[in-house]
């Protein structure tokens, strides 16, 4: 008998418990005119020089979209920065242009 009443009081409180949907949403569809779709195509080869896959472009503007997008890249910046020895070949200040570039863009050419 006291088993039984033990599974009835379960059941009563699982029956009082009262669970919450959540329901989210990605936003509206962002429309791509034809122009845009090439972008998604593979290098193309012009016989000049290389392009990369990705728009450089394209990630730069990603950089300040959001501030979780560039709080890493600065945070990564700002400690190799603190490190670093400033040169007569290199200032402290080219070569924070030098890892801002290298962390956004992959890759970090020379300046003027």
């Not at 949907?21 to 593979?42: C, K, N, S, W």
């Not at 709080?71 to 190799?80: C, G």
Request: proline letters at 5%; hydrophobic letters at 40%; charged letters at 20%.
């Amino acid at each position: 008998m006291g088993k039984g009443k033990t599974k009835d009081k379960k059941a009563a409180a699982t029956a009082n418990v009262k669970t919450h949907a959540h329901a989210f949403t990605f936003g509206e569809p962002e429309p791509i005119d034809r122009a845009a779709l090439l972008e998604y195509a593979q290098v193309w080869n012009n016989g000049r020089w290389y392009e990369p896959p990705l728009s450089l472009l394209g990630l730069s503007n990603m950089l300040r979209s959001a501030p979780h997008h560039s709080s890493a890249i600065f945070i990564k910046r700002n400690l190799l920065l603190s490190s670093f020895v400033p040169t007569s070949y290199l200032s402290a200040a080219d070569f924070e242009a030098f890892a801002t570039d290298y962390l956004v863009f992959a890759n970090a050419y020379g300046g003027s």
